[in-house]
């Protein structure tokens, strides 16, 4: 079963089980894919569709620290909510440890010494943790790892 179908799936049993939550999450998810699919006027490939979960969980992200430094913290709950939805349907995300060990074994391959290579190492990087690591993070350990 595909990811379209999952949340078809999905959405039925969260009307079923009375769960409005969870409804108007998973209904926010594929009217985000579907809109993709009309602006882009095809439909949208497994990978095509996880890119595009992986933008919505990153926007939540977003919205969840700018609403808890604003002090909205029912606003944070709501989208903290959407987020655990969300990566409900994204690939199993890589610990840190895991991520660690891709991220060194990328600059061994570049073999980088310092910060200033982090571009290089970032091109071998991202298409092996595409989808299974925050770009934002990736981005942090190995700013750290190349610094030391």
Known sequence: ????????EDLKAAMKGGDIARRDAIR?????????EIDAQKTLTEEEV??????EAKKRRDSIEEAQRLGRTETAAKEQFELSVIEAYLPQQLSREELEAEIRRAIEEVGAKSAKEMGNVMKV?????KGRADGKLVNEMLKTILSN
Not at 1 to 8: A, V
Not at 28 to 36: D, G, Y
């Open 50 to 55: 996880i890119a595009l979960l992986m933008r």
């Open 28 to 36: 926010l998810i594929a009217s985000a894919i579907k809109q993709e």
């Open 125 to 129: 990087l991202m298409p092996r943790v």
């Open 1 to 8: 079963m595909n990811l379209k179908e999952r949340l078809q």
